[in-house]
């Protein structure tokens, strides 16, 4: 059994950074995929990011590509995301989440594991 708990949202400015962390209870073992996933108010939850755990193979939504990069820290069981460039579009509730298998998929069914979300705002 995983648990998950995110951190570090918040209200910033357009153009501004925040970096979101999700740190682990149980063990995440080399063969789990992790994943970040927003969902904004009236609109279904959507795919950000996603990292293997073993190699740090990473995959990014076309929406925040080049703005926002995904990390894990093993020694620490915590999974990072990093966004910059912030725009009022990204405005959400993100979650993290955890599946067990190597290959990074954005489907949300296939993760089993999710975190309770931290809200990110952004003004413009």
């Known amino acids: 059994q995983v648990h998950l708990v995110e951190s570090g949202g918040g209200l910033v400015q357009a153009g501004g950074s925040l970096r979101l962390s999700c740190a682990a209870s149980g063990r995440i073992f080399g063969s789990y995929t992790m994943g970040w996933f927003r969902q904004a108010p009236g609109k279904e939850r959507e795919f950000v990011a996603a990292?293997?755990?073993?190699?740090?193979?990473?995959y990014y939504a076309d929406s925040v590509k080049g703005r926002v990069t995904i990390s894990r820290d093993n020694a620490k069981n915590t999974m990072y995301l990093q966004m910059n460039s912030l725009k009022p579009e990204d405005t959400a509730a993100y979650y993290c989440?955890?599946?067990?298998?190597?290959?990074?998929?954005?489907?949300?069914?296939?993760?089993?594991?999710w975190g309770q979300g931290t809200q990110v705002t952004v003004s413009s």
């Open positions: 990292i293997s755990w073993s190699d740090g193979a990473t």
């Open positions: 989440a955890g599946r067990l298998g190597h290959a990074i998929t954005i489907a949300i069914e296939t993760y089993n594991y």
